[in-house]
Structures are given as C-alpha cells and as structure tokens.
C-alpha cells in the first residue's frame, strides 16, 4: 500500500543502497553524475536560515512547496541524465545501486509533496504534521539529502 510510511521507507531503502555502493567503491560517479547532484543541491536549496526541521513557523504552502519542489527538480534531473525514476514502494533497489536508485528515492519524498500540495489547495487539507515534520527531516538537514554531497568520496 502507498502511504507516506511506505514511501519513506523505501526512499531510505533506494537512497541508501545508492550511498552504500558509492561509499563501498562499486558506484563512482561521472562527472555528469557530480554536476547533476551539484544542480539538485543548487535547485533544492531550501532557504531555511540555518534553522532545523521541522519548519513550523513556516506556513503549509511554504512547508509543503519545499517538500513538493523536489519533485520536479528530481524529473528534470533524470531526463538530462537519461536515468529512469522507478517506484520505490513495495520494491528492492536493483544492485548494484546508482544515479536512477537515488534519484527514485529522494523522488518519492517529493512526490508525496506534490500529492500534499494537491489536496491543501483542491480541498484545504492539511497532511500530517508528523509525515511533513519526516519529509522535512529527510530532505533538510545533517544527515539529510541535503548534505547529499557529503556521502560521496569520489568529487
């Protein structure tokens, strides 16, 4: 089932099978693979002043349009490279993990967002707290696809 729990799950799944790989020397980016990250990080840049998720001083729009970013930014990046975005729910990473596995996973925290989006401003429906508090602690801060470059030893 495809709830936000499914998702995150498998985003953590996908990204890290990505990360393992390129941490354990079977992934070594390309150069187009490091300028697409560095454009990711560039595109993504949350603007949050230093400040740790969760944002709640921040309005939903604000929250959600972060989160919901992501999204295309993510599309526009496997269509340069040529990787393909796959579902991660309910589904194990092909290995060895690359450029497409992280892509898919950091993808369906942004997708979610564009669902989220969808409901605030077609029905006025507020997601969770909880999950957007999760989306923001996985894309935003130490340890989070923000600190994306970080994770490879390879630039």
């Not at 890290?16 to 390129?22: L, Q, T, V």
């Not at 595109?43 to 349009?65: K, M």
């Not at 999204?71 to 040529?82: M, N, S, T």
């Amino acid at each position: 089932m495809d709830t936000f729990t499914a998702r995150l799950d498998g985003a953590w799944e996908w990204w890290s099978a990505a990360i393992d790989e390129a941490q354990d020397g079977r992934w070594v980016r390309d150069p187009v693979e490091r300028q697409v990250v560095a454009d990711i990080m560039a595109a993504t840049n949350a603007l949050h002043g230093g400040r740790l998720a969760p944002f709640t001083e921040d309005s939903w729009h604000v929250r959600i349009g972060r989160i919901a970013n992501w999204a295309g930014v993510l599309r526009l990046a496997a269509r340069a490279g040529g990787w393909e975005l796959q579902p991660v729910v309910g589904r194990s990473p092909q290995h060895p993990a690359g450029m497409a596995e992280l892509l898919s996973g950091i993808y369906a925290i942004g997708e979610q967002g564009e669902k989220w989006m969808t409901q605030l401003l077609r029905e006025r429906q507020i997601p969770p707290e909880k999950e957007i508090a999760q989306a923001e602690g996985f894309l935003t801060g130490p340890g989070s696809m923000e600190d994306l470059e970080l994770f490879f030893y390879d630039s």
